[in-house]
């Protein structure tokens, strides 16, 4: 066997096992991956599980506290009706008391009974009034609580709108000034005088005649938004010509041309809305 032939076996046998190894980590990995997976689908499942307890939960919740409410009201009613027929009860006892005075053995004897059963009387009349007393302490709790949530909840309301009034002030404020800082600019780049860069060409120049394009397309070299008008040398235009972008009525931002085709023109974008300037919109050397 040649040495050629030594060393091409030999390389044959390295990259085989290299393989085998590289088969065996993907195996495992892939593996690892499944599990992730799979661990990942059992967690959602069971938050999602958990999110469906709670909300039956908070649902159980209200309707118990609606079932209690109503059985102490019911309770309440039930211990008044009860409450009266003692009271009725009473009055019939001492009607018989007031009758049997008038009479000798009988009547004490009938005294004694109406005695005991009055004071039997009296004593559930107590206990049902304690009964009434205690329902009517909880049922005054209740209403405190419920009158307390219902004084959070117009509370946070509140506070609600207010926030939501400021943010609209907010929002319409920023919106005008918005708009004068456009004006603002647009009558400083009116206004400032023609400079010259080092190759002597005029930045910023004010065109002398009106020219009305369109947005072709735009991009972004190197970190700097450009554009595409549809004006060209053919139209007038020329490096370094100021344009302005804008959207109907709003105003947009400054396109400053760089190159000049015949019938197109690139340039930088500028503005105060350079991220809402799209194919399409409308670009003027004057307002």
């Known amino acids: 066997m040649s040495p050629l032939t030594k060393v091409f076996v030999v390389l044959h046998v390295v990259l085989s096992m290299l393989l085998t190894a590289a088969v065996v980590v993907f195996v495992n990995r892939t593996d690892d991956f499944k599990k992730q997976a799979a661990d990942e689908v059992v967690a959602f499942n069971q938050a999602k599980n958990e999110a469906g307890l709670a909300r039956a939960e908070v649902i159980a919740a209200n309707g118990d506290y609606l079932s209690k409410l109503n059985a102490k009201d019911a309770a309440i009613t039930a211990q008044r009706e009860a409450l009266a027929a003692d009271d009725t009860q009473i009055a019939g006892l001492n009607e018989q ?69 400021q943010r609209r002030y907010l929002a319409e404020q920023v919106t005008q000034l918005t708009a004068q800082n456009a004006q603002q600019a ?32 735009t991009s972004v070299i190197a970190g700097v938004p450009y554009a595409t008008i549809s004006l060209g040398s053919a139209d007038a235009v020329e490096k370094n010509m100021q344009f302005k972008v ?27 809305h350079v991220d809402d300037i799209k194919g399409g919109v409308e670009v003027k050397t004057q307002l």
Request: charged content about 25%; glycine content about 6%.
């Open 97 to 165: 008391l007031a009758k049997l005075s008038s009479t000798s053995a009988q009547t004490v004897s009938a005294l004694d009974g109406a005695n005991e059963a009055l004071k039997v009387a009296q004593q559930q009349n107590a206990t049902v009034e304690n009964n009434f007393t205690a329902l009517r302490q909880s049922s005054d709790t209740l209403q405190k609580e419920n009158t307390e949530s219902s004084l959070s909840i117009t509370d946070l309301q509140n506070k609600l709108d207010v926030t939501e009034r």
């Open 186 to 217: 647009d009558i400083i780049h009116k206004n400032l005088p023609a400079i010259e860069d080092r190759n002597n060409a005029i930045i910023n120049p004010t065109p002398t005649v009106a020219l009305d394009g369109v947005i072709r397309g």
């Open 246 to 272: 804008i959207d109907g009525d709003r105003f947009l931002g400054y396109l400053t041309v760089d190159t000049v085709e015949p019938h197109e023109a690139t340039g930088r974008l500028e503005g105060p």
